[in-house]
Nanobody
Framework: QVQVAESGGGLVQAGGSLSLSCAAS????????MAWYRQAPGKQRELVAE??????????QYSDSVKGRFTISSEDPKDTVRLQMNSLKPEDAAVYYCYVRAIGAGIPPPDLEAWGEGRLVTVAS
């Protein structure tokens, strides 16, 4: 199994910054993907930022609505990612969820995935 621990978020004025961190733990052989999704009231959960990992490099992608304002990065240890959110807008307010996809340490190695419990981001206009 993989466990996901999130931290960060909170309340900020429009134009301000917040960050979120996500740490994966468990019997993990390799993490393939870590991402942040968000869900606002009455809306579907949507992908915000994703980091796909390979041996040679990490590939990042962002939703159009956050490009240029949000940055996803890996931290030490490598099973942790951080989402830096700048120039926040009221429409960024939502519950943010971390998603992890990994290969477990087992024989045969199991496919693992898990969601965090969510962190609330509130942006005051």
């Amino acid at each position: 199994q993989v466990q996901v621990a999130e931290s960060g978020g909170g309340l900020v004025q429009a134009g301000g910054s917040l960050s979120l961190s996500c740490a994966a733990s468990g019997l993990i052989f390799r993490i393939d993907d870590m991402a942040w999704y968000r869900q606002a009231p009455g809306k579907q959960r949507e992908l915000v930022a994703e980091m796909s990992r390979s041996r040679s490099c990490d590939t990042k992608q962002y939703s159009d609505s956050v490009k240029g304002r949000f940055t996803i990065s890996s931290e030490d240890p490598k099973d942790t990612v951080r989402l830096q959110m700048n120039s926040l807008k009221p429409e960024d307010a939502a519950v943010y969820y971390c998603y992890v996809r990994a290969i477990g340490a087992g024989i045969p190695p199991p496919d693992l995935e898990a969601w965090g419990e969510g962190r609330l981001v509130t942006v005051a206009s």
